[in-house]
């Protein structure tokens, strides 16, 4: 991380990040190539729940690939500009 400064370490304030979270995408590598797919999701008691089919193309790119990782965000809000 470049801005060590703006870095959030301390688990409770992450996981205040993570309860106020309104979008949480997971990203996957299948082969060569990135798979990454907005999901529902909870989080409780330090475990992260995606919805999930019991089978599909998710849970077969991680039968071969177990790196993983995940992105949230929060606060957002629509700006408008100038129509032309």
Sequence with gaps: MIRKDKEVTCREDIEEIMHRADTCRLALCEGD????????????????YFHCAPHGRKLEILENNHNVCFEMDLDHEIVSGETR
């Design 33 to 48: 190539r990135p798979y990454v797919v907005p999901l529902c999701f909870g989080y409780e008691r330090g475990v992260l």
